[in-house]
């Protein structure tokens, strides 16, 4: 089993900043990806971006790319998402999730998941 919490989200204006945080802990994630995701009311959950926690390679929806990153710090088992000229359209629950298989584009690939934190971006 592994367990992710989420954190860090809030409330910032457009064309701020945020970093989230998710921390995880149950066993190690050497051959894991975590994937970032994120869901706005009366919408699907989407894929927002990914890492491959052996070797760090990341991936990235193209609606974030050049604006969020990816980044883990091993010895913390934290993966954190950091969001620069944050937009209006990013608000949304941020859920992190990890996947067995490695990294993956696809939400059904990933087999557990945090609670989520609310990211809401003033216009």
């Known amino acids: 089993q592994v367990q992710l919490v989420e954190s860090g989200g809030g409330l910032v204006q457009a064309g701020g900043s945020l970093r989230l945080s998710c921390a995880a802990s149950g066993r190690t994630l050497s051959n894991y990806g975590i994937g970032w995701f994120r869901q706005a009311p009366g919408k699907e959950r989407e894929f927002v971006g990914a890492?491959?926690?052996?070797?760090?390679?990341?991936a990235y929806a193209d609606s974030v790319k050049g604006r969020f990153t990816i980044s883990r710090d091993n010895a913390k088992n934290t993966v954190y998402l950091q969001m620069n000229s944050l937009k209006p359209e990013d608000s949304a629950r941020y859920y992190c999730?990890?996947?067995?298989?490695?990294?993956?584009?696809?939400?059904?690939?990933?087999?557990?998941w945090g609670q989520g934190t609310q990211v809401t971006v003033a216009s």
């Open positions: 890492i491959r926690w052996s070797v760090g390679s990341t």
């Open positions: 999730a990890a996947n067995r298989g490695g990294l993956s584009y696809y939400r059904t690939s990933y087999d557990y």
